[in-house]
């Protein structure tokens, strides 16, 4: 009996999971890896031709052994071409899963984008992400859209020159460029990032640079092909406070030169507000509110809790407190997601609805999406408010 109530998986059990993942993941897999597939099978139409990108209930899961993961659980927000999206949420969130089914990098044969899609706007075209090919993602991956992520050795080889490396790039995606051409263009890529010397620079080994001076390397690769879109995940988390600082300056700048569109990914609210001209925030998988950057940061009359949990967590100087006041607990288990609202037994504003509901993400204003049943903060904090206790 105990075992029954517990988390506990039979071996037998697992072994009967992992049977019936292989047959799904074999599907998608053989889905994706189809050669000489048709263009016409995965264009589309973009719902608006102002966003570089629009994700659409996307659905990303991961079979495991123990069960299936949904990390990304119904996720819809748009990229505006030109302009920075934040994606903000607790570790776990599902941030990466997000933008690696943007890229088709999840890890396979696990990881698979279940339901859903993934509008990318190539200016005179669009396409599905989630119905492309392998082969036609090369194609797309660091020319149409290109990632930054947290550590740059994840994304620099230790064995070869920084030169090589961007060479390689531009080479990959512009086969009609001669040797001279495309070693011009990588040295103008390491300036565009800032670093002196960029010759010198040129012929380095990654090891011979600083953590900051790597990250610039790695932005200059993640530009060198021209993208529309960058992803950038936690660029900054790994680095000190004030080579975040010239980083996060640095990605404003490129902005503004290059046109191309972000999307920031972050646990931090406090980058979010230097960087963001839209917000996401996630929770459990799924956005829990979308909002423009002003009214995220302006302390308006409607919220998410989750949203105004992470802003109560951050130090700031508008603010007059003593002390910074944490969201209780921690992002659940994906195997073990509460009923109802998946942040019910961390809110201070829960109430039965909450325990036994689950909220929809619901237009509040004109540019402002909310999934909670009590979005306004005046109606939530009043004496008819019949919150319960949560245990955290
Ligand atoms: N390779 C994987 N296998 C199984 N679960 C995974 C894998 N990668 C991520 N997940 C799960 O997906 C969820 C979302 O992860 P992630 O997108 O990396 O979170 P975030 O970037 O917001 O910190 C988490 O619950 C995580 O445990
Ligand atoms: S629906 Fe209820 S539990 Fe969920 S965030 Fe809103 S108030 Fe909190
Ligand atoms: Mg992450």
Not at 65 to 86: E, H, M, Q, W
Not at 192 to 218: C, F, K, T, W
Not at 354 to 377: A, G
């Amino acid at each position: 009996m105990a075992r029954k109530n517990s988390n506990f998986i039979s071996a037998r059990e697992s072994r009967r999971i992992s049977k019936e993942n292989a047959k799904i993941t074999r599907k998608l897999d053989k889905q994706l890896s189809r050669k000489h597939v048709p263009e016409s099978e995965y264009m589309t139409t973009m719902h608006d031709s102002g966003n570089v990108v629009e994700f659409d209930d996307l659905h990303t899961c991961f079979f495991t052994d123990v069960g299936t993961v949904k990390a990304v659980d119904g996720v819809s927000f748009n990229i505006p071409v030109g302009k920075t999206v934040g994606v903000v949420g607790e570790s776990g969130c599902g941030k990466s899963v997000t933008s690696l089914s943007l890229m088709q990098l999840l890890q396979r044969p696990t990881g698979q984008i279940v339901s859903g899609e993934i509008r990318l706007n190539l200016g005179d075209k669009a396409y599905d992400v989630t119905k492309m090919p392998i082969r036609a993602m090369e194609k797309i991956r660091g020319n149409v859209v290109s990632m930054i992520f947290q550590e740059p050795m994840t994304s620099l080889n230790p064995v070869f020159r920084i030169g090589f490396q961007l060479d390689e790039i531009i080479k990959l995606h512009n086969h009609e460029l001669s040797d001279e051409e495309v070693k011009a263009r990588s040295v103008e890529a390491i300036k565009m990032v800032g670093i002196p010397d960029a010759e010198g620079i040129y012929n380095r080994y990654p090891h011979e640079l600083s953590g900051g001076m790597r990250q610039r390397i790695v932005i200059a690769m993640a530009l060198v092909c021209n993208p529309r879109l960058i992803i950038a995940d936690e660029p900054t988390t790994a680095l000190d406070v004030t080579i975040q600082a010239q980083i996060l300056k640095l990605m404003n700048d490129l902005k503004r030169t290059t046109g191309a569109a972000i999307i920031f990914i972050t646990h931090d609210l406090g980058v979010i507000n230097e960087m963001a001209d839209d917000v996401a925030v996630m929770y459990c998988g799924q956005v829990v509110e979308q909002a423009p950057a002003e009214v995220i940061f302006q302390n308006c009359e409607n919220s998410h809790p989750y949203t105004e949990g992470l802003m109560l967590s951050i130090p700031r100087l508008e603010i007059e407190s003593d002390r910074l006041e944490p969201i209780p607990g921690t992002v659940p288990h994906p195997l073990a997601l509460p009923k109802g609202c998946k942040f019910g037994p961390r809110c201070k504003y829960c109430t039965q609805k909450c325990m036994e509901q689950e909220p929809e993400l619901k237009k509040i204003s004109e540019n402002q999406m909310i999934r909670c049943f009590y979005p306004n903060k005046e109606e939530r904090t009043s004496a008819e408010h019949q919150k319960i206790t949560v245990n955290h």
